[in-house]
């Protein structure tokens, strides 16, 4: 079996998802791509794909969308998931992607994880810098990467 995880990350944490997920995995065969620095993608040699991205202010990557848009028929060929990480945990955080993926898109998807979240401000530029902090001060969201939860999301992809 032959995985592909591609990501899209700002800060890393999505990042260190995708690393921590193909550490949980006992495949041998799985590829990284970070889509920001590598956006063509030979599907066909893949058997599972998974994708990820953070949310911010509720919105995806930019690369995250344009994978999906450009890969669409044959993502649906293919066993795929999905993950998110940014700082609406759980249910809250897979409702906000829903919205941001096409319908068939995301209920063709095996497994949709919330992989939790990190605030880097210093990786921020001026104005999110800002906008963290007067998020941060006024709802204090759980932080951090959610290791149950990758490692039950690595499973389901094994499964």
Not at 116 to 138: C, F, R, S, T
Not at 139 to 158: Q, R, V, W, Y
Request: proline letters at 3%; a positive charge.
């Amino acid at each position: 079996m032959r995985v592909l995880i591609a990501y899209a990350s700002k800060t890393g944490n999505t990042e260190e998802c995708a690393n921590k997920i193909k550490g949980f995995m006992k495949t041998e065969t799985v590829d990284l791509i970070n889509l920001k620095k590598q956006s063509r993608v030979d599907l066909n040699q893949y058997d599972k794909v998974v994708i990820g991205t953070p949310l911010y202010m509720g919105q995806p990557a930019r690369q995250f969308k344009s994978f999906l848009d450009k890969n669409a028929s044959e993502l649906m060929s293919k066993e795929m998931y999905l993950y998110v990480c940014g700082l609406a945990r759980g249910q809250e955080g897979i409702d906000l992607l829903q919205k941001q993926v096409s319908p068939k898109l995301f209920d063709h998807a095996s497994f949709v994880g919330q992989l939790g979240g990190d605030v880097h401000l210093q990786k921020l530029n001026p104005i999110y810098k800002w906008m963290m902090k007067k998020i941060l001060a006024e709802s204090k969201p759980n932080l951090g990467l959610m290791l149950e939860e990758i490692e039950k999301f690595a499973s389901e992809i094994e499964s």
